[in-house]
């Protein structure tokens, strides 16, 4: 069973460039399963798509956020990551990542999440 | 960019009562949906793929239905463990998720 878990700071200042680390366990990245994605929930809203990226470094991005996001895997470590700039009080939420399936087009597996605050 | 809707907001039932949430896509989204509880705190955990298959584990009183632009996820008995939110996801172009269906204790 696949578990993933998010890492990275909890504290960002307005205009710097977020970076989070998921690093996955129980199974390979390099599966041909899975797409790896990056999914955010601000304090007491709804879920909202970032990006996913595949083990070969295909990535596709929400439009919205394609600008500032970058998302790319290390396929030695067993691990991806998120890198979004110039946040605002906006990107203040909880990160999560979760292991999309190909077949099924689902979430599967998620981390825990982290809480990033976005605050001079 | 395809927009889910969910209703209602809030469904407030007893335990052992019936739950039917529903989710409407601006356009057809085929079988392409998904369910998702959240309890809070916790992260979101996948019940229906495909709008009407199972995932690995959940309990049978979970089904979904529904195809095109109109789904709906039933639990056919709440156990009080069911009382959370639920999220549909559908997964054309790229994921978007609805804005959820909060199920409360009545």
């Known amino acids: 069973q696949l578990q993933l878990q998010e890492s990275g700071p909890g504290l960002v200042k307005p205009s710097e460039t977020l970076s989070l680390t998921c690093t996955v366990s129980g199974g390979s990245i390099s599966s041909s399963s899975y797409y790896w994605g990056w999914i955010r929930q601000p304090p007491g809203k709804g879920l909202e798509w970032i990006g996913s990226i595949y083990y070969s470094g295909s990535t596709y991005y929400n439009p919205s956020l394609k600008s500032r996001v970058t998302i790319s895997v290390d396929t030695s470590k067993n691990q991806f990551s998120l890198k979004l700039s110039s946040v605002t009080a906006a990107d203040t939420a909880v990160y999560y990542c979760a292991s999309y399936d190909i077949l099924t087009g689902a979430f599967d597996y998620w981390g825990q999440g982290t809480l990033v605050t976005v605050s001079s | 960019e395809i927009v889910l809707t969910q209703s209602p907001a809030t469904l407030s039932l007893s335990p052992g009562e019936r739950a039917t949430l529903s989710c409407r896509a601006s356009?057809?989204?085929?079988?392409?949906l998904a369910w998702y509880q959240q309890k809070p705190g916790q992260a979101p955990r996948l019940l229906i793929y495909d709008a009407s298959n199972r995932a690995t584990g959940i309990p049978a009183r979970f089904s979904g239905s529904g195809s095109g632009t109109d789904f709906t996820l039933t639990i056919s008995s709440l156990e009080p463990e069911d009382f959370a939110v639920y999220y549909c996801q559908q997964r054309s172009n790229w994921p978007t998720f609805g804005p959820g269906t909060k199920v409360d204790i009545k």
């Open positions: 356009q057809s989204v085929s079988s392409y």
